[in-house]
């Protein structure tokens, strides 16, 4: 009989070690097959609040945000090209990639986790790729109600919670819980509501994470 387990993942869609955690999680997955039946809720955090809606060249950003030089941008987006690769995930970072603004992909998420958990997987699946994979802008309103219909989601539906204020404060209320809970960096994992990995690790280190969740839940029940 499989297991039941909920995972809770606070990311942002910006995030490529988010894009590579993501991947990683749902290869273990596959490869546990019926060991365990798990609910993934995807949660908020943005790691660009203040960006503006002409957003910003990634690596000069990045320069500036950590106080590194152009050279150590570039070493850290070819390491991080390679891990996706190990992982299956294609990035393509290029001089004219910028960061932007995510929060009306947040609420745009927000919406289609309560139209269904695999409606929501999909969607965050398909937004990381937009924006990793082919340079897309998660701000754009078009391109949100686009990926909505790609994934099978009501576009017009998408179109009326992305044109309004809807669910803004819902996201702004999961990102003050998850920061009080402690969370300060992303990807976090929450495994059964009480045990947290960090990052964009190993499949065969979440598969031994998972194992070892559903063991000690059941001890405890």
């Known amino acids: 009989m499989s297991k039941p387990l909920t995972i809770d993942f606070v990311s942002d869609v910006v995030c490529p070690w988010c894009a590579i955690g993501l991947a990683s999680l749902t290869r273990a997955l ?9 609910t993934i809720r ?16 990634v690596v000069p ?22 891990r996706g690769q190990d992982v299956g995930f294609v990035f393509d970072f290029r001089d004219d990639s910028k960061k932007w603004n995510t929060f009306k992909a947040h609420r745009l998420l927000h919406w289609a986790g309560l139209q269904g958990e695999g409606d929501q ?18 701000d754009d309103i078009d391109l949100l109600c686009d990926i909505a219909t790609q994934v099978g989601l009501d576009s017009a539906a998408a179109r009326t919670v992305l044109e309004s204020n809807q669910y ?4 702004l209320d999961a990102e003050q819980h998850w920061q009080q809970q402690g969370i300060s960096s992303v990807p976090a994992m929450i495994f059964n509501g009480s ?6 690790q190993p499949e065969e280190t979440l598969k031994k994470v998972i194992r070892d969740v559903v063991r000690m839940s059941e001890a405890i029940n």
């Open 30 to 38: 596959q490869q546990l097959g019926d060991e365990v039946d798990a």
């Open 61 to 82: 950003y990045l320069s500036s945000k950590y106080g590194i030089s152009l050279e150590q941008v570039a070493a850290s987006q070819a390491q991080i090209t390679a």
């Open 168 to 171: 803004a404060d819902d996201v």
């Open 121 to 138: 997987l999909a969607l965050k699946q398909a937004l990381l790729l937009a924006y990793f994979t082919h340079n897309q802008n998660p």
């Open 42 to 57: 995807f949660h908020p955090f943005e790691l660009t609040p203040d960006m503006g809606s002409d957003g910003e060249y």
């Open 195 to 200: 045990y947290l990995v960090s990052g964009g």
